[in-house]
């Protein structure tokens, strides 16, 4: 047991009718003097390791890195009503949403530095004609609702729009703005005019509720095309599969939601024209003619052909895009099979004179329907941000990409239809993947990043990650902890576990329900082949993980304890037989973990569950578990009783510690705050496994492209993300 932490290790019995373990930890959960003084306790252990390890070092690397990201993009750029709007870092951390006139002037709409508490931006929606701009801030980790209205010409204060859900839906039609209202799991539908001042329209015009086609309790999803339909996606609790719907609605009256023959279908990814709904369903992408809603019986959606160089195993669909939309549209199509992603461009379109952005004319040409052209391959993370609107604010032809290389920032580039392929900047990082072998025989990539001074010529200290769950693909990106990582001489790995969404649905149900202990069966076989083969030497391996994956990187450094010198779990979910209980979203989560009141799907829960897996007497790796007091997703609690029984249990003489933080939440902290953890995280980590932060580092060469400033920033691990 660590010296002065509170014993802890009372609770409840099993439950032999349920089936339920003994919790000797549920007093963790309470909210009580006896958890308060426990974490005061576990507060002192963690600044006593920190005056024995070399946070100031990389305090100082992550410094230098941080300086080098400033004013670097967060997203993808977006084009509306002439206007360019970007979302940037500031030198001083924040975040700025800033709008670029025609005329090359800008202006900031929105500093979340001015906030008196940690504020980030949860997302933003300029609307078409670039009269306004949409944002939803999180203070101090909350996901709360609430939007902002904010004028782009600076001429009148912004209005604020309290009912709005978080993380809402949210679309423009016409001088309408409509979103969701309520909670995160309840909404109601919201109407509100913007006129000539979008801002003073709320008390000339108040807002309104306009009738869905279902009752509730309802989760939706909202579109709006530039042939005015309104698209609506609806959740019910009683439904088996959502529910879709069209009209032609002009703010009068109530809308003729028309139901779309879509329930069956497993749609990835969707995009609306001027008279056509485009689908993806897995690799194909069909369409819906929109006309027919009005007129009566609706067929079901054309597949249209194949994209010609799509390839033998093109990949599932993960974005859609329509660019000048009419009866000739071309369509951009973000596809992703195992660790590549393939942007295309494709038909049905006739091509006419297009310019790429260097101002150089295309030869004209006409493609048939079904042929395309890639314009990109990339192996980490690519975003591509919504099609462009014009001055006039009706539909345009461009849209901006944002793809992140891991080692040296991200890079944007506005793409055209009809422009040359994308050239990547020279001297963008090498991935590799390397394949691992899982105890069932299942082969699983590794994506590799080597530091700038090996380049794969014998072991460093490896940084290992995971995720593997909810269909999400773990994509290489571009962190500030990974980048100093990679500086120091150590590199990088990203585990493709199942139960991500590297390979399809197949892929991620291999991984959920009782698949969830092959997950780390997955990640402990790509941690072993890292060593046989060579990557790292032993006592190297060093664990990173937040959410989901941190339950899973648990669940490993517990089923294999001397497999990682050191592990970080931030918001890790670690009690498995009560995961659905005490706040949270876990009663969302059946889907993904089972549900702990079936005898069966508990059972499969405690095989993993890191909480029951503890043994006394063990020796465990150095631990940093890392939680926030407003987190909305996974309580806090979690990763305390894990703390608690990992320290009463370990036997060696690696740390177990706890950093948790009152005002943060599950997305993490910000400013001075995520400097001062992600060296804390570095130094256990990098203690551990022989890696010491440089002396001078040279910060990372800044990446151009012709089209937009060098953007980076700090990318967060996926997060578990609620249904929506």
Not at 139 to 153: K, Q, V
Not at 380 to 401: K, M, V
Request: proline residues 11%; charged residues 20%.
């Amino acid at each position: 047991m660590a010296d002065g932490v509170p014993a802890a290790g009372d609770g409840t019995r099993p439950d032999e009718r349920t089936g339920e373990p003994a919790d000797p930890y549920r007093w963790l959960e309470e909210e009580s003097s006896r958890t308060r003084a426990w974490l005061t306790a576990q507060q002192g252990l963690l600044e006593a390791h920190r005056e024995r390890t070399d946070d100031r070092g990389w305090q100082a690397l992550l410094r230098r890195i941080e300086t080098a990201a400033a004013g670097r993009l967060l997203s993808p750029p977006v084009e509306a009503g002439g206007m360019l709007f970007r979302q940037r870092l500031s030198a001083s951390g924040s975040e700025l949403l800033t709008a670029t006139d025609p005329h090359g002037r800008d202006r900031t709409l929105l500093d979340t530095g001015d906030h008196p508490s940690p504020t980030r931006t949860a997302g933003w929606h300029p609307d078409p004609h670039g009269r306004a701009l949409l944002v939803q801030l999180h203070h101090d980790g909350h996901e709360n609702g609430g939007l902002h209205l904010i004028p782009t010409d600076g001429g009148a204060p912004a209005a604020y729009l309290p009912d709005a859900s978080p993380h809402p839906a949210v679309a423009y039609a016409g001088d309408l703005l409509l979103y969701s209202a309520g909670t995160r799991t309840e909404h109601t539908l919201r109407a509100r005019p913007l006129r000539d001042d979008p801002a003073r329209s709320a008390a000339r015009h108040p807002d309104r509720t306009v009738e869905l086609p279902v009752p509730g309790p309802v989760r939706i999803t909202l579109r709006c095309g530039p042939g005015g339909h309104l698209l609506l996606r609806t959740r019910t609790p009683k439904a088996p599969s959502a529910q879709w719907w069209c009209t032609l609605w002009d703010g009068h009256g109530t809308p003729d939601w028309q139901p779309l023959p879509l329930d069956d279908l497993r749609i990835t990814a969707f995009a609306l024209g001027t008279d056509r709904l485009y689908l993806a369903t897995g690799p194909e992408v069909s369409a819906l003619a929109l006309p027919d809603v009005a007129r009566g019986p609706i067929t079901a959606p054309a597949p249209l052909p194949r994209i010609a160089d799509a390839g033998p195993a093109p990949g599932e669909i993960k974005a859609l895009r329509v660019l000048r939309p009419g009866p000739t549209p071309c369509l951009a199509v973000l596809r992703q099979h195992g660790t590549t992603r393939r942007l295309s461009l494709t038909g049905p379109h006739r091509t006419d004179v297009m310019r790429a952005e260097d101002g150089r004319p295309t030869e004209p040409r006409t493609e048939a329907g079904g042929r395309g052209t890639t314009v990109l391959t990339w192996h980490a993370r690519l975003r591509i941000g919504p099609s462009s609107y014009g001055g006039d604010g009706r539909p345009g032809d461009a849209l901006w990409i944002l793809a992140d290389d891991p080692r040296d920032g991200c890079w944007s580039h506005r793409l055209t239809p009809g422009a040359p392929p994308v050239t990547p900047p020279a001297g963008h990082s090498p991935l590799r993947t390397s394949t691992a072998v899982s105890s069932d025989g299942t082969s699983l990539p590794v994506t590799v990043c080597d530091p700038p001074s090996t380049a794969g010529t014998g072991p460093a200290p490896v940084l290992v990650t995971v995720y593997g769950g909810f269909g999400v693909p773990l994509e290489p990106s571009w962190d500030p902890v990974l980048a100093a990582w990679l500086t120091a001489g150590g590199r990088v790995a990203w585990v493709h576990a199942r139960g991500g969404g590297e390979f399809g649905p197949e892929w991620a149900a291999a991984g959920r329900g009782a698949g969830k202990s092959r997950t780390v069966d997955d990640l402990c076989a790509a941690a072993r082949a890292l060593v046989d083969q060579g990557e790292a030497a032993p006592g190297q391996l060093a664990g990173l993980a937040a959410s989901n994956g941190g339950l899973v990187l648990a669940a490993a450094a517990l089923r294999a304890p001397r497999l990682f010198s050191a592990v970080a779990c931030a918001a890790p979910l670690t009690d498995m037989a009560r995961y659905t209980s005490g706040g949270g979203l876990g009663r969302l989560w059946h889907d993904e973990y089972g549900d702990p009141a079936d005898p069966a799907a508990l059972a499969a829960l405690l095989a993993y569950s890191p909480c029951h897996h503890v043994r006394q007497g063990e020796s465990y790796p150095a631990t940093l578990l890392i939680t926030g007091g407003n987190d909305a997703r996974v309580p806090p609690w979690h990763a305390w009783k894990l703390c608690a029984a990992l320290q009463e249990a370990n036997s060696g003489r690696q740390p177990v510690l706890l950093d948790h933080r009152p005002g943060t939440g599950h997305h993490g902290r910000t400013g001075a705050a995520a400097t001062a953890l992600s060296a804390r995280v570095l130094a256990l980590l990098a203690t551990r496994t022989g890696l010491a932060a440089p002396t001078r580092p040279k910060p990372p060469s800044p990446v151009t492209d012709v089209n937009a400033p060098s953007p980076l920033r700090a990318l967060r691990q996926p997060t578990a993300p609620a249904p929506s």
